[in-house]
């Protein structure tokens, strides 16, 4: 099946931002939760957290980092429409720090403890009354932010009113898969909640990282060029390593509900996953991405109903009954 021009992976040129302040390491936040001291080139500032805290008008956008060089100057570039940049690194050993300090953006160090707790930690020390989430492998186009922009700009005049006022909005994306856009299988249209009123969201994960605003949503509308580029795989191996990371996830998740596992659910529900992407969300329309995207789908669902049964592996043997 061929592919049209829309299909194409848009260049993004990246615009630095001419940092503002340097803000010196020794101000680098720890969280009494790991000991190992953050890397020398950590950029960031103290916060003023609590009830008290007064918030300026404007957005910042929050990014979570770590190891993200290959999209992360595109990415960061991408929020040139946002006051402020906020990254929460998990320890990166690559160019990510150097480049959030080429965007100005203001960098603390936290030990990973998973998506929701690194995105409560960030919304804590957000100043702005807005914040936006892009992720370090997304893009956000400029027709996009302007969009952002005009949303909360109205919500905060109406904020002041009776009116009932959105305080959370959803965004497009669009997610490139081996040689195309998808737009089938599920993967399209893709609907995700980025933009919030600091201090009214919450975050839970099981498997997957969730998003609880406490009030009102909306969705900021647009065409196919005001939607998120997403780039989530380098390659299949990549893929894989994701996919390895989110059965342990699903499987844990199952476990803590009771659920049982096994390999002949595994078979059922990975192929039911396969004839659910592939033919009843019609995956087969984009083509070999659509059969691919499917087959390693169903290999997930395959993986964490069999890794429920990983609670029982490697226990001692019971030499004891041998010798009877």
């Known amino acids: 099946m061929g592919q049209g021009p829309q299909n194409e992976a848009p260049e993004f040129v990246a615009k630095e931002t001419t940092p503002k302040r340097k803000i010196s ?20 500032r103290p916060v003023e957290t609590g009830p008290e805290k007064k918030l300026r008008p404007g957005i ?41 300090e080429r965007f100005a953006a203001t960098t603390i160090y936290r030990p990973w403890d998973g998506f929701d707790v690194q995105f409560r930690f960030a919304q804590e020390r957000v100043e702005t009354r807005w914040f936006f989430i892009l992720d370090q492998d997304e893009i956000c186009p400029p027709a996009l932010g302007e969009r952002i922009k005009a ?4 919500a905060d005049r109406l904020a002041d009113t009776p009116q009932d006022t959105a305080i959370a909005y959803s965004v497009g994306r669009k997610s490139w898969y081996f040689d195309r856009f998808m737009r089938h299988g599920g993967w399209y249209p893709d609907h995700i909640l980025r933009v919030f009123r600091t201090g009214f969201v919450e975050f839970y ?29 380098t390659g299949f191996a990549h893929q894989l390593d994701k996919l390895n990371h989110y059965a342990d996830q699903g499987a844990e998740a199952l476990r803590a509900e009771g659920r049982k596992g096994g390999i002949l659910r595994g078979l059922g529900h ?9 033919v009843i969300k ?5 083509g070999r991405a659509g059969f691919l995207a499917a087959a390693h789908g169903s290999f997930y669902a395959f993986l964490k109903y069999v890794r429920v049964l990983e609670a029982d592996w490697g226990k001692p043997f019971a030499w004891e009954k041998l010798r009877k």
């Not at 390491?25 to 960031?44: E, H, N, R, V």
């Not at 949303?151 to 109205?154: D, G, S, V």
């Not at 990975?270 to 592939?278: C, E, Q």
């Not at 019609?282 to 984009?286: A, C, H, I, N, Q």
């Open 25 to 44: 390491a020794s101000l680098y936040i720890g969280t009494g939760m790991d000991s190992t001291p953050p890397p020398s080139s950590f950029f960031a």
């Open 60 to 100: 910042t956008g929050v990014v979570l980092t770590h190891n993200g060089e290959r999209l992360l100057e595109k990415c960061l570039a991408s929020l040139a429409f946002c006051d402020s940049i906020l990254a929460v690194d998990s320890g990166s050993g690559d160019a990510t720090l150097s480049l959030c």
């Open 151 to 154: 949303a909360i700009r109205e």
């Open 205 to 233: 994960q099981d498997a997957h990282i969730h998003y609880r605003p406490l009030g009102r949503r909306e969705h900021v509308g647009g065409p196919p060029d005001a939607e998120i580029i997403h780039y989530p795989y």
């Open 270 to 278: 990975g192929l039911a996953r396969f004839a659910r992407i592939y």
């Open 282 to 286: 019609r995956g087969f329309l984009d």
